[in-house]
Nanobody
Framework: QLQFVESGGGLVQSGGSLRLSCAASGFILGYYTVGWFRQAPGKEREEVSC????????NYVDSVKGRFTISRDNAKNTVYLQMNSLKPEDTGVYYC?????????????????WGKGTLVIVSS
């Protein structure tokens, strides 16, 4: 059974850090481009970051550039999102999702497999 499981969320003060993990089971993650998405209360889900299948290409939404870093360890079937200098506006449920494509393209409507999310709350 194809499955993504996110972990690492929690409550952190503004300026703090968290590291999210996205573990894949039931398939070889190295074949998939993977993205991190977030959904704040009352808002639509948005792409945060995306990494190509072998990690050669990455991209970030402007609001997290310089603060967040996406990475992957295909041997461990896991993708990570290191989040530093967190702000209250980073609060939301963070999801990882994957699809088979070339490059770091992660359209929210085009992802094939999704995890159930992990909650991040940044207090001011």
């Amino acid at each position: 059974q194809l499955q993504f499981v996110e972990s690492g969320g929690g409550l952190v003060q503004s300026g703090g850090s968290l590291r999210l993990s996205c573990a894949a089971s039931g398939f070889i993650l190295g074949y998939y481009t993977v993205g991190w998405f977030r959904q704040a209360p009352g808002k639509e889900r948005e792409e945060v970051s995306c990494i190509s299948s072998r990690g050669m290409f990455v991209n970030y939404v402007d609001s997290v550039k310089g603060r967040f870093t996406i990475s992957r360890d295909n041997a461990k079937n896991t993708v990570y999102l290191q989040m530093n200098s967190l702000k209250p506006e980073d609060t939301g449920v963070y999801y990882c999702a994957g699809h088979e494509t070339i490059g770091a393209h992660c359209p929210t409507s085009g992802m094939d497999y999704w995890g159930k999310g992990t909650l991040v709350i940044v207090s001011s």
